[in-house]
């Protein structure tokens, strides 16, 4: 008879990993909080063990527990936050007030109906928390599904069958580390930022702006500029980016779609992960803080992620570069809006250390390259048709500038113009094509009906009615009805 006492293999590798976090497997725990990039101070420590047990006891299907994500984040954000004094939280709210009826001038966009709101870090991190998931996660779970194939490959030959039955707690611990790591860098990002739309993405939801008040004060300190005027100048950015994506309903949507099929895309470097596994000493878990934090387990993009990734930088660019020049129409009877700007610019084009991370992280670097060049060609636009029509481009992706057009902006100025004048824009093969197409004539233009529209596609082969090299016909035999050709 099977042994009634035998423990299930999960069970069995479940209670091995708890002694080795807990310290009794030849690591301190203090090491493994350092892996995690957590401070070593017993609230963390505890905070991560727990985290860590219960991802092995309370996942059934290896999915990443993004609580734990939410939990860090909240915790590092915490550390070092302090109240806002009542009379910094009236000016702000003041100034929230004096730059929405400055960005009526500045903006055909309709106000927000929702009110702004001020936030600490620790709401940022929350509120914000969904979006960094949602990007995060194809990212997670790969890191997460080549770990437990990993280590079960490099496992001990009478160890695999334990591994191999515990493969979902695997995946779910692995998960959780991602998440600790995720958790740091939103955490440290909520010291940074200073705005729902400060990184560029929208996190908020869909019509909220807010401010973080501390965050606000640290900005201006050492730039001798007078404190009203940085809250006014920050407040206005912060609600022109929360208008746009507002009033451009679909811009929300595309650019967070085109950045998690980005993540999708990224597969991790089995070699490198095979490479840690091998050479991993449980004495010195930096090891995998590192291979998780510095990005040296995501192998180089792909043409195809290359080419994504250009697209993903040109609409960040663009909405950036659409902030910038709404923001400085708004404020220009804002005595140092430009000594203010020209500070974010420079914050914005270095970034800071949580972003770096995030980069690391998941393979996707927040801060455009081609901003000052986009800025530079909205603002063409703004004085060749005027805000209304600049505007009008926000209505459809088909009608936002490309990248082509930041290299080319007189080009673009040049069709704008036409068009505002009530000019044809200047037609090429593509119009004609599409034009036929739509009235079905099939590659006719000057009226044929679809008949012969055929004997042109055939005329094109040679006027043999022949398909191919060999020049073997291909007319039917048989008196039936042509097929329209394309």
């Known amino acids: 008879m099977p042994d009634e006492n035998a423990g299930n293999p999960e069970d069995e590798f479940r209670e091995m990993l708890n002694r080795f976090i807990s310290g009794q497997g030849g690591i301190d725990p203090s090491q493994l909080a350092g892996a995690a990039g957590l401070p070593a101070d017993p609230a963390a420590l505890s905070a991560m063990l727990s985290q860590l047990q219960n991802a092995m006891r309370g996942s059934t299907d290896g999915g990443v527990n993004w609580g734990v994500a939410g939990d860090q984040a909240r915790q590092i954000a915490n550390a070092q936050s302090v109240d806002t004094p009542e009379d910094q939280r009236h000016a702000l709210e003041q100034a929230l007030n004096v730059a929405s009826l400055w960005l009526a001038d500045a903006t055909t966009f309709s106000e927000l109906s929702a009110s702004p709101t001020l936030v600490s870090r620790a709401e940022w991190a929350r509120l914000s928390m969904p ?30 069958g334990m591994i191999a039955g515990a493969s979902q707690m695997l995946r779910s611990v692995g998960g959780a580390l991602f998440a600790m790591q995720l958790g740091q860098v939103v955490g440290q990002l909520s010291s940074e930022v200073v705005s729902g739309g400060d990184i560029g993405i929208p996190l908020m939801e869909d019509n909220h702006a807010v401010l973080v008040p501390q965050n606000i004060a640290a900005f201006g300190e050492g730039l001798d500029i007078p404190t009203d005027q940085v809250q006014l100048y920050l407040a206005v950015r912060e609600l022109a980016h929360a208008r746009l994506f507002r009033n451009a309903r679909w811009l929300r949507l595309h650019l967070i779609s085109a950045i998690t099929a980005f993540a999708r895309g990224i597969s991790i470097d089995i070699d490198a992960m095979e490479s840690l596994a091998e050479d991993f000493d449980p004495s010195n878990p930096e090891q995998l803080r590192s291979a998780l934090s510095n990005g040296s387990l995501i192998p180089p993009k792909s043409e195809a992620q290359l080419a994504s990734l250009a697209s993903l930088e040109t609409t960040l660019a663009l909405i950036e570069g659409w902030v910038d020049v709404v923001t400085a129409q708004a404020t220009v009877r804002l005595p140092r ?54 505007d009008a481009l926000w209505a ?10 930041i290299d080319d902006p007189a080009g673009f100025i040049a069709r704008l113009t036409a068009l505002a004048r009530g000019e044809a824009p200047e037609r090429d093969e593509m119009d004609d094509a599409l034009d036929a197409l739509l009235r079905g004539e099939f590659g006719s233009t000057d009226g044929t009906n679809s008949a012969d529209a055929d004997a042109d596609a055939d005329a094109a082969d040679g006027g043999t009615g022949t398909d191919g090299a060999d020049g073997t016909s291909t007319a039917p035999t048989d008196p039936e009805p042509d097929a329209p050709t394309a």
Do not use: K, M, N
């Open 337 to 390: 809006a430009q000594a203010i700007a020209e500070t974010v610019r420079r914050r914005r084009a270095t970034g800071g250390p949580a972003e770096s991370a995030f980069a690391a992280l998941v393979g996707l670097e927040l801060r455009p390259r081609r901003l000052r060049e986009a800025a530079a060609l909205w603002q063409a636009v703004t004085e060749a048709v005027g805000t209304e029509a600049r």
């Open 131 to 160: 979006v960094w998931t949602e990007v995060a996660e194809p990212v997670a779970s790969s890191i997460s599904d080549a770990l437990a194939t990993v280590l079960q490959e490099q496992a001990p030959e009478e160890l695999r």
């Open 396 to 405: 459809h992706p088909d009608l936002v500038p490309t990248a082509e057009d």
